[in-house]
């Protein structure tokens, strides 16, 4: 039997008329008629008692009914899942992030309006080595990131730009440098840079200053950078959204005077995604990335 079956008996108990049935289901009274019969004699029982006028549910007839019901409304529920999974309205994204993408808020901002959307789509959010987060997006154990650009990615991952940003000097409050009224790239050539993950922003300070820098410990999340400098371990070019979020003992945030570098926030995802629900979010994102700021 098939789901159809299902779908003439129930009409068929509900009318206890085959006419009416028929009419409902858009088929021809003797088409449906042979339908329960195959059934009746698939199950090897009768299901309804012929009247002159109507029909009457059999024991096996009542016993079946609870049980097409529920069937069939499973089915109808299986078929619309189904069909909200492949529009992308449904499904799950395992997504990763550095440190900064939550200090500039953009992460928050783009998956809460994307939850308020898609409420049954659901996320796992883990904070990753940006060193190593790519490599995870292409294997797939990750399905897209928040990366701090620019980086090399392998070929099959594409980026969305998002947030451009500026960086800010962390330095050991009882440094020389706090002294000065303006800090240039050139007062920073004897210092040693502790190396948050992404190093742009301290080559840029550094050709800024006709220098090649003196390179210290690169320990990983911005929070380690930071805790480095509190020590006096030296000083860090560091995403100047991080300067309200990250406040350590001994440590004074100053602006680079003569030199702006910048870098930008982006979301990086496999170029041919297949997953509807992913997919869903980078167009999300994309949408969201090109609306202007008010």
Not at 110 to 115: E, G, I, K, L, Y
Not at 210 to 232: E, H, R
Request: hydrophobic share 45%; aromatic share 8%; charged share 20%.
């Amino acid at each position: 039997m098939e789901i159809r079956h299902f779908r003439y008996f129930l009409a068929v108990a509900k009318h206890r008329n085959f006419s009416r049935a028929a009419a409902q289901l858009g088929i021809a009274p003797p088409t449906l008629t042979r339908q329960i019969q195959d059934m009746e004699s698939d199950l090897g029982t009768r299901l309804f008692l012929r009247l002159q006028r109507e029909v009457s549910l059999t024991d096996a007839g009542r016993a079946l009914q609870a049980e097409a019901e529920l069937t069939v409304r499973q089915f109808e529920a299986a078929q619309l899942n189904a069909q909200r999974a492949g529009r992308g309205e449904t499904g799950h994204i395992e997504l990763g992030y550095v440190a900064s993408a939550v200090f500039s808020g953009v992460l928050q901002k783009q998956v809460s309006s994307f939850r308020l959307r898609y409420p049954d789509i659901g996320f796992t959010i883990s904070e990753n080595l940006m060193p190593v987060l790519p490599g995870l997006i292409e294997e797939g154990r990750l399905d897209v990131g928040y990366i701090r650009s620019p980086m090399h990615l392998p070929e099959a991952l594409s980026t969305i730009s998002l947030l451009v940003e500026g960086f800010a000097l962390a330095l050991p409050g009882s440094s020389w440098l706090c002294r000065l009224k303006e800090i240039n790239a050139a007062h920073l050539q004897n210092e040693i840079f502790i190396l948050p993950e992404q190093i742009s922003g301290t080559l840029q300070v550094a050709a800024q200053g006709g220098y090649a820098p003196t390179l210290g410990p690169q320990p990983g999340g911005l929070v380690a950078v930071v805790a480095l400098v509190s020590l006096g371990q030296g000083v860090a070019v560091v995403p100047e959204s991080m300067v309200d979020h990250i406040k350590l003992p001994n440590v004074v945030y100053r602006r680079i005077q003569d030199c702006q570098p910048s870098s930008f926030l982006s979301l990086v995802y496999r170029r041919f995604e297949k997953a509807p629900a992913v997919a869903r979010f980078i167009e999300h994102v994309k949408d969201f990335s090109e609306r202007p700021t008010l």
